[in-house]
DNA sequence: GCTGTACAAATTTTT
DNA sequence: TTTGTACAGC
């Protein structure tokens, strides 16, 4: 079940004891023990803790405590009396961090007598002041905020209404434009004279026109939560200069991270105090394609000057091992901050590096070793399932896993995928709620008119809108009016009376149930602490979550769902259920749908023993004692379309990303590739990952594959099999890989491919001439394929002719075969 | 207005 | 290969 814990921070005062404020200005300083949270910090970390006043940055390195020296930071603001808690703005990029955060705080051996009240996200901390100065953004305070799908929905209409082929232009590519223009924080007026030619110069335009809708809608996207407030800020000085004096110290993590507005969000507010703590690891920068400005951490020291700059580089989680490996690949990218993480840590296994025929087989072979590291009698200790994980590049790689894992009885769990409030009966659910609480929530009636099916199609819901439009009110007035005029005929008719008429109902419920709670902007600080505390009193009879029922049964929702007969019907049903019960949590319905747009989540903690499969995105901040991570082919990973896009960028980019995985070893860390992949449905072959040659040799073991399976492919997957022989899988099992012609041409093969070279290769480029052992015409076995005869030869890439016809191959996964080899199939 | 078929598209993801 | 969307036919 879902906590929401945001809504403790910032509304948690609610449920104190009320006190004064001089009682509260002096219980903020109160609460901390001595300095004894200083104690068990090291020396760089202590550092950070006591820099209080004045701009730091705060590099910290994957696994070296940087939580707990925020945590030991905070207590030394409150104790030193620089600042109470409510005075102190944390921000964090997820929610998941801000509740780590929170629980963190919760267990530590000081206490504070008053809730940070200001640590949460940027969204939800923009939130909370926009709901504040609305009217500033001609909105009003009870603006509701769109999720992705709405967004999309809106621009459909914007685009549709400006008379542009929705197919040529789709809604999605300009979702994608206008959300990288608020990431910069550009409004339409601001979009540089390069960018307008965006959607067929027509860009701005559409993007003025969302604007305006949303703006009519009483509503706002996730990007302009940022936008909104950094616009306020920029044009009332003596709003931004109410909440400079009361934010009095900045905590940010996650630096790295951050887009133009978030900085300029964050600029605004420290540029009087100056007294900002952003904590960040520009290696971990993963977000590049989302709008976070690596250069907002390389150049903090630009943007204040006289920043005292820290770095943490003790590394408490992995091995000397993992930790070397993860170093030599991540140096290889240019204009790093740098950083050299180190460990007292003395024993542990090898970063282990291993080839496969393809990626079944890839799957086949790490299911059977996490088994075999649950049971222990490695060379390491026995690790649980829950205690490892596979990271891939990208969800597609997931199915192989959870195929294997199904046929063979592993239990896994799978992070990621839709989001609880991204599944559609969560929305369609939630419209329903919307549409109760306002009912001049367009968005939501059109979501959910016809869903169940009331008969009511396009030109229904078109007469429905002209109705509307003619008059200007909302969709569900049109409708009543376009029932009442008669304007409708046969059976929609009826049904949509009857839908008008139940959300009246759940409306004037909803409106007996809450008397309005007007909330008028405070002028000044104090006034701005009493609003806080005197927010709406808890209301503990649960009429709310009756009447959520009554809707989703009234409504046939739910028995819509009951007559589905589709294997997914009865999941869905469990979490509308889960849905009605998360409501127990909130005081009204109003409540919930304030802030669910940003909190919600499926976080659910999940007892039993499982192997998490997920995404590295996904892992950043995780940490597991062993990582397998599969799939390290060029063009997987590095990502072909990341490299395509951003070149040199966003090669290093995907670098970063193989540094996170690796970091996220603590014990053991397992690398692979595959020969043959399939991808959208086509086989092909791939290459090893050009970051597997950046791996340093002296901290890497090169495993081959236990010729299980009828073969050493595994060896002939990376390694040498370019000399030709039955026995090749044999010698490359035994030799020095690394001294393998195979093991060089992969070196050589680093130096001449696209994009990028490694600026200081460690590795000689030798050997051009292994590159491809066959001539044309030579007979050569395929373990998929069979025998065949290379037709032509393009580097390293043969096109053998086998049985089934003609494939190009990579030359690394054919043998020599000489005539006689043939053996029948 | 609904349902079945054809076709195109296809990372990473938070809020 | 799969998934979602667009359009034609019922």
């Not at 009682?23 to 901390?32: D, E, I, V």
Request: net charge negative; proline share 4%.
């Amino acid at each position: 079940m879902s906590r929401f814990d945001e809504d403790d921070a910032f509304e948690g005062a609610a449920a104190a004891v009320p006190q004064s404020l001089s009682q509260r200005a002096m219980a903020g300083a109160a609460g901390a023990r001595g300095t004894a949270y200083l104690d068990d910090l090291n020396p760089a970390q202590r550092e950070a803790a006591e820099a209080l006043d004045g701009p730091l940055l705060m590099l910290a390195g994957a696994g070296t405590g940087k939580t707990k020296t925020l945590m030991a930071r905070i207590a030394n603001l409150v104790a030193s009396g620089r600042a109470r808690p409510n005075e102190i703005l944390a921000v964090t990029f997820t929610n998941k961090a801000a509740r780590e955060m929170r629980e963190r705080l919760a267990k530590q051996p000081f206490h504070l007598l008053e809730p940070l009240r200001w640590m949460g996200t940027f969204h939800s901390i923009s939130v909370k002041i926009l709901r504040r100065h609305a009217e500033l953004a001609s909105l009003k305070s009870s603006f509701t905020i769109l999720d992705t799908d709405d967004q999309i929905r809106l621009m459909k209409q914007v685009i549709n209404a400006a008379n542009i082929d929705e197919k040529r232009w789709p809604a999605r590519q300009l979702a994608g434009i206008i959300d990288g223009w608020k990431n910069r924080a550009l409004t339409p007026g601001n979009v540089p004279n390069a960018e307008a030619a965006a959607f067929g110069n027509r860009g701005t335009e559409l993007y003025a026109a969302y604007q305006d809708r949303l703006r009519s809608l009483n509503a706002v996207d996730f990007g302009d939560l940022l936008l909104h407030v950094v616009t306020i800020f920029q044009a009332h000085p003596d709003v931004l200069a109410q909440y400079q004096r009361w934010l009095r110290y900045i905590l940010v993590d996650e630096y790295q991270d951050t887009n133009v507005a978030q900085y300029l969000w964050l600029r605004l507010l420290a540029q009087g105090h100056k007294n900002i703590c952003c904590v960040g690891d520009d290696d971990q920068s993963i977000y590049g394609w989302r709008g976070a400005e690596v250069g907002n951490i390389l150049r903090f020291e630009k943007d204040f000057p006289g920043a005292k700059v820290i770095r943490l580089e003790q590394n408490y989680r992995s091995t000397p091992h993992i930790l070397a490996a993860a170093s030599s690949v991540i140096a290889q990218n240019a204009g790093r901050l740098g950083k050299t993480l180190w460990t007292e840590e003395q024993a542990g296994e090898k970063v282990r590096l291993i080839g496969h025929w393809d990626g079944e087989e890839e799957a086949r072979w790490i299911g059977e070793e996490a088994e075999a590291l649950q049971r222990g009698g490695r060379r390491m200790r026995a690790v649980s399932l829950n205690g490892q994980a596979i990271l891939v590049r990208g969800s597609s790689q997931m199915r192989a896993f959870e195929d294997r894992f199904l046929t063979i009885g592993l239990p896994y769990r799978v992070v990621g995928g839709p989001r609880f409030y991204e599944r559609a009966e969560i929305r369609n659910a939630m419209a329903y709620f919307r549409l109760a609480v306002s009912p001049e929530d367009d968005l939501a009636f059109e979501r959910i008119v016809n869903t169940p099916k009331r008969g009511l199609g396009d030109k229904a819901q078109q007469v429905i809108q002209m109705t509307a439009r003619a008059d200007g009110t909302s969709l569900l007035e049109g409708a009543r009016y376009a029932v009442a005029a008669g304007k409708l005929g046969g059976k929609g008719a009826a049904e949509l009376r009857r839908f008008v008429e139940n959300v009246d109902r759940w409306h004037k419920a909803i409106a007996a149930a809450s008397p309005a709670t007007a909330r008028s902007p405070a002028e000044d600080d104090d006034e701005l602490i009493e609003l806080e505390v005197a927010s709406v009193p808890p209301a503990h009879d649960h009429s709310h979550v009756r009447l959520a029922e009554e809707i989703l049964e009234d409504s046939g929702y739910i028995a819509m769902w009951q007559n589905d007969k589709t294997p997914e019907a009865a999941g869905r049903l469990e979490n509308l259920k889960e849905l009605v019960k998360a409501l127990e949590q909130f005081d009204n319905l109003q409540g919930f749908l304030e802030h669910v747009a940003l909190i919600l989540d499926n976080s659910s903690e999940e007892e039993s023993e499982k192997i998490t499969i997920m995404t590295l995105h996904a892992a950043k901040g995780l940490e597991f004692p062993v990582v397998f991570l599969p799939g390290w082919e060029d063009g997987l990973f590095p990502s072909q379309r990341s490299m395509d896009e951003s070149g040199q960028k966003g090669l290093e980019e995907e670098r970063r990303l193989a540094y996170v995985g690796i970091t996220r070893a603590e014990e053991l860390c397992t690398i692979s590739f595959a020969g043959n992949r399939q991808v959208y449905g086509r086989w092909q072959s791939q290459m090893p990952s050009r970051f597997i040659d950046e791996l340093p040799e002296a901290d890497v073991e090169v495993l081959t594959p236990p010729g299980l399976y009828g073969g050493g492919y595994g060896a002939a997957a990376g390694f040498g099999s370019s000399s030709g022989g039955s026995s090749v899988e044999a010698r490359a099992a035994k030799a020095d890989v690394y001294n393998s012609p195979g093991w060089r041409r992969l070196q050589d093969r680093a130096g001449n491919r696209p994009v990028s070279q490694p600026k200081e290769s460690r590795h000689t480029v030798i050997d051009l001439d292994a590159v491809s052992a066959f001539d044309v015409g030579d007979r050569v076995f395929h373990q998929k394929f069979g025998y065949g005869h290379v037709q032509e030869i393009e580097g390293d890439k043969l096109a053998v002719a086998f049985a089934t016809g003609v494939k190009k191959i990579v030359a690394g996964f054919v043998v020599a075969a000489s005539e006689a080899d043939d053996v029948p199939f």
